[in-house]
């Protein structure tokens, strides 16, 4: 069974401060997303990362794939209240046409 | 980006009421795809629509139950049938476009 597993759930920080998001996977696959949903929204895409060492960063975010480890990252730069959202890792499905989710990732930042 | 729009954007049903949902995207696109948001959780694929098939149905969701259209390439509908308080949940509907999957707004239905 495919397992995207997100950590932290929930995740308060502090204006200013640094934090990392990481998200494992089960599977082998080579490709990851991360999407930001705000209260009541839809789902907007952050970041497609294709392949192992993949870097990809705008503003204050940052994400990296370890494909080896089956490891991704979103790295979050002095936080500002802006970034207070849900986040979502997915990977692809074993039939490669649609999305896994990861349970998401609740973000508060505080002043 | 893909423009998908969505109709009901909300709706408050009655149990037992069955309510459709619709789904157009700006551009003709092969499959389209249905989640599944249930309150403070995360999304789950219910199906697969691909025009001039059957819609393939994810394990747990059934087609009696989650009925799909896909009369063309830019429109699917996804039914809610003899709808419960537990199938309160946001519904969305997804299109691959450039190596991205886009979301419309969703629909978000609560069954009273």
């Known amino acids: 069974e495919l397992k995207v597993e997100q950590n932290p759930l929930f995740l308060s920080m502090q204006e200013g401060k640094n934090y990392t998001i990481y998200c494992n996977y089960s599977?082998?696959?080579?490709?990851l997303y991360w999407y930001r949903q705000d209260p009541g929204k839809s789902l907007e895409s952050l970041f497609v990362l294709l392949s192992n060492g993949a870097v990809k960063q705008e503003g204050r975010l940052m994400a990296s794939l370890d494909t080896k480890a089956r490891l991704s990252t979103l790295h979050i730069t002095a936080a500002v209240h802006d970034l207070s959202a849900t986040y979502f890792c997915?990977?692809?499905?074993?039939?490669?046409?649609?999305?896994?989710f990861g349970k998401g990732t609740s973000l508060l930042v505080t002043p | 980006s893909a423009v998908i729009s969505q109709k009901p954007s909300r709706d408050i049903c009655q149990r037992g009421t069955s309510l459709t949902i619709q789904c157009q995207v700006d551009s003709q696109v092969t499959m389209m795809f249905w989640y599944r948001q249930q309150p403070g959780q995360s999304l789950t694929l219910i199906a697969t629509?691909?025009?001039?098939?059957?819609?393939?149905?994810e394990s747990g969701f059934v087609i009696d139950k989650f009925p799909i259209s896909r009369p063309n390439l830019t429109f699917s509908t996804l039914t809610v049938s003899n709808m419960s308080p537990e199938d309160s949940s946001i519904y969305l509907c997804s299109v691959w476009r450039a190596g991205e999957l886009f979301f419309g707004e969703g629909s978000r239905l609560t069954v009273l």
């Open positions: 629509a691909n025009q001039g098939s059957e819609a393939t149905y």
């Open positions: 997915a990977v692809d499905l074993p039939s490669g046409y649609a999305l896994n």
């Open positions: 599977t082998t696959s080579d490709r």
